[in-house]
Nanobody, 121 residues
Framework: QVQLVESGGGLVQPGGSLRLSCAAS????????MGWYRQAPGSQRELVGI???????NYVDSVKSRFTISRDNAKNTLILQMSSLKPEDTAVYYC???????????????WGQGTQVSVSS
């Protein structure tokens, strides 16, 4: 059984910073791409950014230069460092990962339960 658990959400003032973590645990053989998504009330879930196993990243335009994604492959951990936060960044943030549970299986996508980020004065 594979689990992704996010942490680090909370309430922050506009212009502030937050650091989200996502820890993957369980029967993990390897992890390929990992990503952060978010879903604001009344909106569809959207991609924030992704990071590949080689460390290369892609971000949605609205967060470029403000958010940074990193990963610790040894600890199966994904990080989202957010700065210069805006009220429109308010959403539930989810981590996502493509994981193989053994060498013979295909990569399957797993999701965390989400963590709330609220940006308000």
């Amino acid at each position: 059984q594979v689990q992704l658990v996010e942490s680090g959400g909370g309430l922050v003032q506009p212009g502030g910073s937050l650091r989200l973590s996502c820890a993957a645990s369980g029967s993990i053989f390897s992890i390929n791409v990992m990503g952060w998504y978010r879903q604001a009330p009344g909106s569809q879930r959207e991609l924030v950014g992704i990071i590949f196993s080689d460390g290369s990243t892609n971000y949605v335009d609205s967060v470029k230069s403000r958010f940074t994604i990193s990963r610790d492959n040894a600890k199966n951990t994904l990080i989202l460092q957010m700065s210069s936060l805006k009220p429109e960044d308010t959403a539930v943030y989810y981590c996502n990962a493509a994981i193989k549970v053994d060498r013979y299986s295909a990569y399957n996508m797993y999701w965390g339960q989400g963590t709330q980020v609220s940006v308000s004065s």
